[in-house]
């Protein structure tokens, strides 16, 4: 349906419906409103190549989204709850997600990609997800004076909008329980440590320890990729070495999935010779057997505060500096943890 028609189905003038779409504030709040429901209703979209003649806007958010490790999956669960959230909020304001990926893990490629969108004048703003400790991405995005929210943080000094998940609280309390059940030897099987939030994970499990007087043993910190394979391969070699842990606590569900299959390969239960741990709360988590522990951090929420930080610096109504959102984490215990034998 055109413009057009749309103002015609609303008994309104073309001028008025075009105004309440684009959020002009001479059109009374009830107009818009009624504008942009029926907008919804009908399924309209602007013609975005007539929108961006007009107003040198694109009404486009970028994002790249990182590397599927495996070679298999586009994107994982979690990552698709995150877009849904930002979509939706994106949706009401007015905008739309266009999503790229990359077919490895490289920074530098990731950086020349988000370099095209901002060349070609293809988005307004941009998401920048699993942040490195060191993001030439957000270098990139501040020289172009493009507004930009990041899913996670990174070490600059110059301030930024950025919506994260409380990684340290996350493993923190993922190993803590894990004491409480008698533990002593917690591996941690992690990403990798260019990443923020896998620092920040370790920093989690580290304080844990510290806390409760445990010497920290270097050998039980592994790093990989953050995949069922690479869970398996990790947890097999601990299983092996001389002296194996009772415990370990997973950077995702999925390196969870990879060290129960481990497990089970050598006849060692679950939930009952070992504990393990998984983060994510993953739509497989309930259903592996046994049914996992993890950690769950609302990613459709984060989703949703990552879209609504947007459209407040895409309408001017807040400085990057004013937009910082640390997600809570809640643990859900199921059967793959155990009480130390």
Known sequence: ?????????????????????????????????????????????????????????TSMVGVILPAATDGVRFVDSVASSLLGGVELEL?????????SMQTRNDLVRETALYENFIKGGWVDALLLVRTRVSDSRVELARAAKLPFVTYGRTETAEPYAWVDTDNEKAFYLATLRQIDFGHRRIALLNGPLEYTFARLREKGYMRALA???????????????????????????????????????CATDAMAIGAIAACRERNIEVGGQISITGYGNSSASAFTNPPLTTIDHAVFDNGRHIGQSLLRLLRGEAKPADIHYLEPVVLVPRKSDCPRQ
């Open 91 to 99: 949706e009401s304001g007015g905008y739309s997600l266009i999503a």
């Open 1 to 57: 349906m055109s413009i057009v028609q749309l103002a015609q189905d609303l008994g309104l003038s073309i001028s008025t419906v075009s105004r309440a779409l684009n959020d002009y504030d001479d059109v009374a709040p009830a107009t818009k409103a009624r504008v942009l429901k029926r907008a919804r209703e009908i399924g309209y979209r602007p013609n975005p190549g007539a929108r961006r003649l007009k107003s040198g806007k």
């Open 211 to 249: 806390k409760n007087r445990i010497q920290l043993d270097r050998l039980l910190m592994l790093n990989g990729d953050l995949n069922e394979v690479s869970g398996y391969a990790l947890c097999r070699s601990l299983l092996v070495s001389a002296q194996p842990p009772t415990a370990i606590v």
